[in-house]
């Protein structure tokens, strides 16, 4: 009973199933290009949303009543990119693992990610269109994305310890940056 709570890694004999790398098919080259491949997704899912911040960050936003905890503006882009990176490295380390479970895992992450993506046009674009109903929305979604982030967190951890622990960061910052939301939506 206790092997099967171990993460994959850490159980003898594993080593062959946990690695898509030599002896299963799958190159130093496929690693990397793979690696590569969850990183582009994360600076996409960050550039878009970039996009939707750009034009409100120094707009409505500047002037909205905050949450007294609220960070400068400039701490949001080490935060998040930092935490880009970890995620990208997460859902890799869950890919390259070929281990049962990896399927619904990195569903759950690429739900996450979606949830990532909406949350951001939906509270800093949708509020100059319709007010504080379009916070409220946003509020909604990134509860979601915690409850999303959360289930990719479980699903992680048997998977690759590692890959969990990445996370763990990503989804302090959403339940922080969830306070946040409230707040506006509540002051705006």
Excluded: C
């Amino acid at each position: 009973m206790q092997a099967q709570q171990e993460p994959l890694e850490a159980r003898p004999g594993a080593s062959g199933r946990r690695s898509r790398g030599a002896g299963s098919g799958f190159g130093a080259g496929s690693q990397v290009v793979a690696l590569l491949v969850f990183l582009v997704a994360s600076a996409l899912v960050a550039a878009l949303g970039g996009l939707a911040t750009a034009n409100h960050v120094n707009g409505w936003y500047a002037a909205a009543d905050k949450a007294p905890w609220s960070p400068p503006n400039w701490v949001f882009g080490p935060v998040w990119t930092v935490l880009y990176i970890a995620m990208a490295v997460a859902a890799w380390l869950v890919w390259r693992s070929h281990a049962e479970g990896s399927k619904a895992a990195l569903t759950a992450y690429g739900v996450q990610l979606v949830l990532n993506l909406l949350w951001t046009p939906v509270f800093f674009a949708l509020y100059p269109v319709l007010g504080t109903p379009a916070l409220w929305i946003a509020f909604v979604i990134i509860v979601a994305l915690a409850v999303a982030v959360a289930v990719t967190v479980v699903l992680f951890g048997p998977i690759s310890r590692t890959a969990g622990l990445l996370m763990l960061p990503y989804l302090s910052w959403i339940v922080f940056a969830s306070s946040l939301n409230l707040w506006a939506a509540l002051h705006n």
